[in-house]
Structure formats: structure tokens, C-alpha cells
Nanobody
Framework: VQLQAFGGGLVQTGGSLRLSCAAS????????IGWFRQRPGKERELVAN???????NYANSVKGRFTISRDNAKNTVYLQMNSLKPEDTAVYYC?????????????????WGQGTLVTVSS
């Protein structure tokens, strides 16, 4: 599975951005897909993810401001980010969790896209 992310940039506090992540390859193996971010000096953290069944999870810090959505026909996941704050400044990474069934049994894996930088100015 290959993931390519788009949509980062510079925005003022209170502004909005939409990130996109297009998946290619063995997309039928994708279960969960979502977004992580790494803020300066911090560890990578989950922002939001979406399961195959449509369930969604959000970090408490983004609930009510960010919305994750999937277009399965386009194998694309989006992250709509509203009411952005300077503390949202980070490199955002899309990720996909896959499950394949090999001769040896089920194999789970996580794939990462390249990061896209979001900078929120105060």
C-alpha cells in the first residue's frame, strides 16, 4: 500500500485546511486509515482515524474542530481542519492499517505516507 498526502500549508489562527491522502496498491486490505501528527519536540500522536465500518476516533484536542472522512471509491481519506490553533502546527502523516492473510496466517501492518506540514500562525 502506498499513501500520498496533500494539502498542508500556512494558515492563520482560526482558519481551515483540508488534507487529502490517496491510497494505492492493495487497498482492499486496508482496515483503518487515518492521520497522525508530530508537533515540534513531541512524539507522533493520533489525530483521527476511520475504521472499515465507518467508526471514527478523534484525539480530544481536535474533537469538534477536525472531521475525518473516507471516499472508498477513490481510496482517499480527508481531514477537514477548522478553527485551527497554533498548537495544531505539525507535520501530518496519513497511515493505513492493513490485514492480509498469508499461508502462515493473518499479517497486520501499518503503512505511512510522507508528511505534510501544517503551520498555523498566531
Amino acid at each position: 500500500v502506498q499513501l500520498q498526502a496533500f494539502g498542508g500549508g500556512l494558515v492563520q489562527t482560526g482558519g481551515s485546511l483540508r488534507l487529502s491522502c490517496a491510497a494505492s496498491g492493495l487497498t482492499s486490505s486496508i482496515n483503518g486509515i487515518g492521520w497522525f501528527r508530530q508537533r515540534p519536540g513531541k512524539e507522533r500522536e493520533l489525530v483521527a482515524n476511520s475504521g472499515r465500518g465507518g467508526d471514527k476516533n478523534y484525539a480530544n484536542s481536535v474533537k469538534g474542530r477536525f472531521t475525518i472522512s473516507r471516499d472508498n471509491a477513490k481510496n482517499t481519506v480527508y481531514l477537514q481542519m477548522n478553527s485551527l490553533k497554533p498548537e495544531d502546527t505539525a507535520v501530518y502523516y496519513c497511515s493505513a492499517d492493513t490485514l492480509t492473510f498469508e499461508d502462515s496466517g493473518p499479517v497486520a501492518a501499518r503503512y505511512w505516507g510522507q508528511g505534510t506540514l501544517v503551520t498555523v500562525s498566531s
